[in-house]
């Protein structure tokens, strides 16, 4: 069998009919009934489309259970709870004797890949601030601050807890600058957590 012109042979699959085909070798989408013996017979269910942007067609498609019916209030869609997909970041840094009286250090944290969810922990056995910086751009050197924030002697620790709500490239330096404002040299402690894609 050859195609409308005579020109190629005619494929097998997709739905086929001479008398309402104008061009048999073009193809349709045809999806099949249930049923046990799913052949040419069954196949009669065309789906529908619409123009798409960026010159795709977007397909008409539904979501029903395994037996058919539609997903709605009465017969809702189960969704389960499971682990991200992507990698748990959590780096820590210990910053041992640092200088007293503005003695600082720098805990340094480069993207392996796309950085979601910033959070940074930090704490101080004596009075310190913390600045929380993300790099402008790749290997730039500048850094941009996000938000700087002293503890006490009651609140030893400071959580950057407004997660930062952008995307950081692979490759940007995140920075934590820990700044003893103590009069004797002390410990600091930071750790930058996040979700890497």
Same mark, same amino acid.
């Given at each position: 069998?050859? %195609? ?5 042979? &005619?494929?097998?699959? #997709? ?17 099949? %009934?249930? %049923? ?24 008409? &498609? ?11 209030? %009465? ?20 910053? &041992? ?5 503005? #003695? ?33 751009? &790749? ?31 692979? #490759? ?26």
């Amino acid at each position: 069998m050859s %195609d409308y012109k005579g020109k190629m042979p &005619v494929r097998g699959d #997709g739905d086929y009919n001479l008398l309402t085909n104008e061009e048999p070798s073009s193809q349709g989408l045809i999806a099949s %009934d249930r %049923d046990a013996a799913i052949g040419v017979a069954t196949m009669n269910k065309r789906p529908t489309a619409t123009a798409g942007d960026e010159d795709k067609i977007a397909l008409d &498609v539904s979501v029903s259970d395994g037996d058919g019916n539609s997903i709605n209030l %009465d017969n809702p869609l189960p969704v389960y709870i499971s682990d991200s997909p992507e990698a748990e970041i959590l780096d820590y840094d210990k910053a &041992v004797d640092t200088a007293k009286d503005g #003695g600082f250090t720098n805990h340094d944290y480069v993207t392996a890949s796309e950085f979601r969810g910033l959070n940074v922990e930090c704490n101080s056995g004596g009075l310190a601030s913390f600045e929380l910086q993300v790099e402008t751009g &790749v290997a730039a050197g500048t850094y941009n601050t996000i938000m700087r924030k002293h503890n006490s002697v009651a609140q030893p620790s400071v959580i950057f807890a407004n997660r930062f709500p952008q995307a950081i490239a692979s #490759g940007i330096t995140i920075r934590v600058v820990k700044t003893n404002l103590d009069n004797q040299a002390t410990d600091m402690d930071s750790s930058i957590n996040g979700k890497e894609v």
